[in-house]
């Protein structure tokens, strides 16, 4: 990530003053490169409270003010045949985590021959040259992480259950609604489930991450239901199931794996109804200046989420004072788990925003900037449903 000039001086101030000196100049970095006036101003209040302030990790809840309108259908007449029909498809693939997963199954996460994420997917000798962790600390490190990130996965499933709530109220179309209802419950038996796994398995939580409260705090706040669409069910949403699917890929760890199994069938519904409604809604409801709003939104957004796996929570536990933030930065962007995260992340996602129409040529420079243009022309996710998906994953497995 590009900083200020004042970043390079940052080092000299005492750890307590660096650690919210440093993340406020990223954000300050961040926004000078939003061209978007109406953009800037949505997300400058809540880069405040995410970045500034840190809302996010000062109280054990956080009040977010809310403001959208609740739509009500007299009618009750159906309009949307593909969305009355995921619809179906979801109340016939409900499943209960008490019962579905085997939680009595004896999960140690510091085990060497089923680790919750593979010693690969970090670059210890490229750490090495900061500090020498022992094999048991390597381990400790990887459990860390793993936790971190089912932490960052469980925060995200919060937003998720109150954005679903949202939409489900401001959503023009009656069968809308009605298929929002089971993604409702959907992202409750989610959230239910990670946090039993991190609680009763793992037994550590992180806070959430200051990029990823950015971007729920803008969703939250803004009254418009289709840029809560887009944020939640399109980019959070999607880049979750890609980062699902890589966990579930890497992991050797049973429950987690049959866990993240389970709720990869549900999330790639959720994006497919995420396409469906705003390709229509693009396309019909409109403007032109609209359309671009939410192209250059989308595209920040994307940039928060790129941002957003830095892990800069176990950084701060394990190595501040021993190396910088910014030597951080480069390790974990260039580790060899996170490049398949980020990578496997906007293979979904490019495809997705360029089949809504938020990817015009206006915007192909900046995509092409920070490398995400070459995912375009993939599948995008009506064209795969959660079996295509842990079909694909299964048989990388098996390829390896
Ligand atoms: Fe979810
Ligand atoms: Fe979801």
């Not at 499933?157 to 069968?175: M, P, R």
């Not at 419950?185 to 959430?208: Q, S």
Request: proline residues 4%; charged residues 25%; without cysteine.
């Amino acid at each position: 990530m590009n900083t200020t000039p004042l970043s390079h001086l940052t080092h000299l101030l005492p750890t307590a003053m660096r650690r919210r000196v440093e993340p406020v100049l990223e954000a300050v970095a961040m926004l000078r490169e939003v061209e978007n006036t109406a953009v800037m101003a949505r997300f400058t209040p809540s880069m405040l409270r995410g970045f500034v302030l840190r809302l996010g990790r000062r109280e054990e809840a956080t009040e977010m003010l809310a403001t959208h309108a609740a739509r009500f259908d007299w009618t009750y007449a159906s309009d949307f045949p593909e969305m009355r029909a995921l619809y179906s498809r979801a109340k016939q693939h409900q499943w209960d985590a008490e019962t579905l997963l085997d939680w009595g199954m004896d999960v140690d996460p510091m085990h060497p021959d089923r680790p919750l994420i593979p010693s690969d997917f970090f670059d210890f000798d490229a750490l090495d040259r900061h500090v020498k962790l022992s094999a048991e600390e390597r381990r400790r490190f990887l459990y860390n992480m793993a936790a971190w990130m089912l932490s960052q996965f469980l925060h995200g499933e919060q937003g998720a259950l109150f954005a679903a709530a949202q939409v489900t109220e401001s959503v023009q179309w009656f069968d809308g609604k009605l298929y929002g209802s089971t993604q409702v419950v959907d992202e409750g038996r989610h959230v239910e489930a990670f946090h039993r796994y991190l609680d009763t398995k793992l037994n550590k939580l992180y806070t959430i991450n200051d990029n990823l409260f950015v971007i729920i705090d803008s969703l939250m706040s803004d009254p418009r239901w289709d840029m809560k669409f887009l944020g939640m069910q399109i980019m959070v949403e999607g880049l979750a199931l890609g980062a699902f699917g890589t966990l579930y890929k890497l992991t050797r760890e049973p429950l987690l794996k049959n866990l993240l199994g389970a709720v990869i069938q549900d999330e790639a519904r959720h994006v497919h109804y995420g396409v469906l409604a705003l390709r229509e809604h693009v396309r019909t409801a409109l403007s032109e200046a609209e359309r671009r709003e939410r192209e250059d939104w989308a595209f920040e957004v994307a940039l928060l989420m790129r941002n957003r796996f830095m892990a800069h929570e176990v950084y701060e536990e394990w190595f501040e004072g021993i190396m910088t933030r910014r030597q951080w930065n480069d390790l974990i962007s260039s580790s060899p788990g996170m490049r398949e995260f980020r990578d496997v992340m906007f293979r979904r996602l490019v495809p997705n925003l360029d089949t809504i129409g938020l990817l015009s040529p206006r915007v192909e420079a900046h995509y092409h900037r920070v490398g995400l243009l070459r995912f375009r022309g993939g599948k995008n996710a009506m064209q795969l449903s959660g079996d295509d998906l842990l079909r694909d994953l299964d048989g990388e497995i098996a390829a390896a």
